[in-house]
């Protein structure tokens, strides 16, 4: 066990690391980045027996420690989760590189040119739980988009994390690349997050990716610029004109298909005009799934039986087969309630209705709203990014998915011809 001050200087160390490389990670054209992560997809599937073993010795501790079965399944791996790593990691290759590009350019009247252009951010810092599968994607976007990065995951997943990373690092030297552009903290003292969120002359922004109490413990911490990425109490409106044979395929996916994870349904709504007859249907489909029903009074006399949902449940990102259900009354309440109680993260509405729709979207707050659409969608890879590094809650620099483009800046560059200042 590494003393507090062998864990700042160790850090350190691993900050300055990833510091030099990114100025070489900078200079190197599209076609080498690619290169590079075609070959960590190779290595990827290469060591996936390894990668499959280190995993299971994760799983044995989470089981051991009574986890909970939505926790495990974030952070369980199989065949198909790895090929899905690789693939995302070529997919991310096949993409536009979003370095270089021209966003803006004018001539000012002096015959001054300014272009506006798009660099890395640097070097990025991702502190996060559960899912292994975000040491891999995370490490390709920043590739990708020309950034170091410093992964620091959960101790659940600590051995699946290092194995992966061990992978991508092995596959950079291997081709005689900067293999410190990935640095992976090998160590799970919680101290080695506070010696990272204070090392704002190496690291240039930190994205925590977990549960609230990680997000607000790294953004009341850090002396470094934070994208957050909070919870996802996302929500199903069941409007009065929804077609609810389609409204009881998207509930089902949104809630039942992975609970655990911060897109699924955690609130459904339903406008009282189809109460009667659409909750007896819904009840019974998520019952046959295993969800727990917590309800509103409306809800609790068509649902004998329930749960009564607090004040709290409205908030609650459940991550589990878990779901409270209110009765509105009609499109304006269930905005009221999304804008009051949700995290702005992603909201659907399932109605015929244009104007209904119309209202929805263009009036309730959060990153991703959807009409007739399951939740589950906001995704990095199904809107077409590639992989994604997280889902931004913020409104300022990167909202929902953070794909590529999102994790560039931008700088000036002024071309003259002896032009001087009146």
Do not use: W, Y
């Given at each position: 066990m590494r003393s507090s001050e062998k864990i700042k200087e160790y850090v350190k160390?691993?900050?300055g690391q990833a510091k030099d490389s990114s100025r070489k990670l900078a200079l190197m054209s599209?076609?080498?980045?690619?290169?590079?992560?075609?070959?960590?997809?190779?290595?990827?599937?290469?060591?996936?027996?390894?990668?499959?073993?280190?995993?299971?010795?994760?799983?044995k501790a989470a089981e051991k420690d009574s986890l909970s079965k939505a926790l495990?399944?974030?952070?369980?791996?199989?065949?198909?989760?790895?090929?899905?790593?690789?693939?995302?990691?070529?997919e991310v290759a096949a993409l536009d590189d979003p370095v270089g590009r021209m966003l803006d350019k004018r001539t000012r009247p002096?015959?001054?040119?300014?272009f506006k252009i798009s660099v890395p951010i640097g070097v990025i810092a991702i502190i996060y739980e559960s899912r292994p599968n975000v040491t891999s994607d995370s490490a390709g976007l920043c590739i990708k988009a020309g950034n170091a990065v410093i992964l620091r995951g959960g101790k659940e997943a600590f051995y699946s994390n290092k194995s992966i990373a061990d992978c991508m690092r092995n596959a950079i030297a291997g081709c005689g690349g900067p293999e410190n552009i990935i640095q992976f903290v090998e160590t799970k003292e919680r101290s080695a997050v506070a010696e990272i969120l204070k090392l704002d002359s190496l690291i240039d922004l930190v994205i925590p990716r977990g549960g609230e109490s990680l997000i607000k413990a790294v953004t009341e911490m850090s002396t470094i610029p934070v994208i957050k990425h909070y919870k996802g109490v996302c929500h199903i409106?069941?409007?009065?004109?929804?077609?609810?044979d389609k409204?009881?395929?998207?509930?089902?996916?949104?809630?039942?298909?992975?609970?655990?994870?911060?897109?699924?349904?955690?609130?459904?709504?339903?406008?009282?005009?189809v109460s009667e007859k659409f909750l007896p249907q819904a009840a019974d489909m998520l019952k046959g799934e295993k969800v727990e029903l917590r309800g509103c009074p409306e809800t609790m006399k068509i649902l004998r039986g329930i749960k009564a949902a607090t004040e709290d449940d409205w908030y609650e990102e459940y991550l589990d087969l878990i779901l409270s259900i209110k009765v509105v009354d009609g499109v304006e309440e269930a905005i009221k309630h999304i804008n009051k109680y949700g995290s702005m993260h992603s909201d659907a509405i399932v109605t015929e209705n244009q104007a209904s729709a119309l209202k929805f979207l263009n009036m309730v707050d959060s990153a991703a709203v959807y009409l007739n659409a399951s939740t589950r969608f906001t995704d990095g890879?199904?809107?077409?990014?590639g992989a994604e590094i997280g889902i931004s809650t913020d409104k300022i620099h990167a909202r929902g998915p953070m794909g590529l483009e999102e994790l560039n800046t931008y700088k000036y560059v002024i071309k003259g011809d002896g032009q001087i200042r009146d």
């Open positions: 160390q691993l900050a599209a076609d080498q980045k690619n290169g590079l992560l075609k070959k960590i997809a190779v290595s990827i599937r290469k060591n996936k027996g390894i990668i499959l073993e280190a995993n299971t010795k994760d799983v495990i399944d974030r952070l369980l791996l199989d065949e198909r989760r790895i090929e899905q790593m690789a693939a995302g990691l070529e002096n015959g001054m040119q300014i409106f069941v409007d009065k004109d929804a077609d609810l409204a009881l395929k998207i509930i089902k996916n949104a809630k039942c298909q992975r609970p655990g994870v911060c897109n699924a349904a955690e609130t459904l709504l339903v406008d009282k005009a890879g199904q809107f077409g990014m």
